[in-house]
């Protein structure tokens, strides 16, 4: 199975700050990597999909990049409605496995 | 305005059994894929099962195969995870989602929670 490891686990920032996470695979998956955000009690939201195509609707301050098996999701200049949980995911086989998760809280 | 709905969660004791089902609109139900997805409380995300459009193939995770069984009906616009033997760590929120091309998932439900306690 395709491990996901993800950096940092928990992350403190501020309204307006750059933000990058980091999602790291533990074999190559030809860029089938999704991002998704989660508020607490809430379904996961498709931020990102195939590293780094932005999702129908996702706020351009969004961004994923990437290759083969370290990817990244930036949040240029983080807003109110930004603060939650984001992990990732790959989709290049079965299982298709999540990533431990980034909590984003306010500073 | 695609809408997924869950719907038969609840309490269950050790060894029971549950089947779930996840009502589709807004959308052609018929050429999509579909997942179900889990979250135990205060945990991350977990994806247990995909199922093509066409019911073949499916796949599961290792941590419930032989004990979920993962259907649809594309007639009822329906998917559903009959669930076996439920153990303690099958507790959580199961979610059904689309599957995006194989690229992401682009819709989910709003979860049904699932407790397996005696």
């Known amino acids: 199975d395709i491990q996901l490891t993800q950096s940092p686990s928990f992350l403190s920032a501020s309204i307006g700050d750059r933000v990058t996470i980091t999602c790291r695979a533990s074999?190559?998956?030809?860029?089938?990597l999704a991002w998704y955000q989660q508020i607490p009690g809430k379904a996961p939201k498709l931020l990102i999909y195939a590293a780094s195509t932005l999702q129908s609707g996702v706020p351009s301050r969004f961004s994923g990049s990437g290759s083969g098996t370290e990817f990244t999701l930036t949040i240029s200049s983080l807003q109110p409605e930004d603060f939650a949980t984001y992990s990732c995911?790959?989709?290049?086989?079965?299982?298709?496995?999540f990533g431990p998760g980034t909590k984003v809280d306010l500073k | 305005e695609v809408q997924l709905v869950e719907s038969g969660g609840g309490l269950v004791q050790p060894g029971g059994s549950l089947r779930l089902s996840c009502a589709a609109s807004?959308?052609?139900?018929?050429?999509?894929?579909m997942n179900w997805v889990r979250q135990a409380p205060g945990k991350g995300l977990e994806w247990v099962a995909y199922?093509?459009?066409?019911?073949?193939?499916?796949h599961y995770a290792d941590s419930v195969k032989g004990r979920f069984t993962i259907s649809r009906d594309n007639a009822k616009n329906s998917l559903y995870l009959q669930m076996n033997s439920l153990r303690a760590e099958d507790t959580a929120v199961y979610y059904c989602a689309r599957d995006y091309s194989t690229m992401g998932f682009d819709n989910w439900g709003q979860g049904t929670l699932v407790t397996v306690s005696s």
């Open positions: 995911q790959q989709l290049n086989d079965y299982p298709f496995t």
């Open positions: 807004g959308f052609i139900f018929s050429i999509y894929s």
């Open positions: 074999q190559g998956i030809n860029n089938y």
């Open positions: 199922i093509s459009r066409s019911s073949s193939p499916i």
